[in-house]
């Protein structure tokens, strides 16, 4: 299984990037989709999830509003659409594939690379 993240940069505050996380190796759209993020000294923590069917998202109240999660099973595709972006959005992210319930967890079974978003003030 692979997980290619890609789309992060620096950008400067209430800008906007697109992030895209192409997977192969597995039955995309039998799994659910998360996206996490990690800033220098911190834990990583959850960003937004994507059901397999699309049906149900989920979002940390940090990103609520200003990014948008979306799959495109056809593709074997996972976006974050990322608005308003600030400062403290700055972190490494990743995507991560599972066959989860809820899609807040963290056990997701398979996880990207990983790609760098920079937000200047």
């Known amino acids: 299984v692979q997980l290619q993240a890609s789309g992060g940069g620096l950008v400067q505050a209430g800008g906007s990037l697109r992030l895209s996380c192409a997977a192969s190796?597995?039955?995309?759209?039998?799994?659910?989709m998360g996206w996490f993020r990690q800033a220098p000294g911190k834990e990583r923590e959850f960003v937004a999830a994507?059901?397999?069917?699309?049906?149900?998202?989920a979002y940390s109240d940090s990103v609520k509003g200003r990014f948008t999660i979306s799959r495109d099973n056809t593709k074997n595709t996972v976006y974050l659409q990322m608005n308003s972006l600030k400062p403290e959005d700055t972190a490494v992210y990743y995507c991560?594939?599972?066959?989860?319930?809820?899609?807040?967890?963290?056990?997701?079974?398979?996880w990207g690379q990983g790609t760098q978003v920079t937000v200047s003030s």
């Open positions: 190796g597995l039955l995309f759209s039998g799994y659910g």
């Open positions: 991560a594939a599972g066959r989860v319930s809820v899609l807040t967890t963290k056990n997701y079974g398979y």
């Open positions: 994507i059901a397999w069917s699309g049906s149900r998202t």
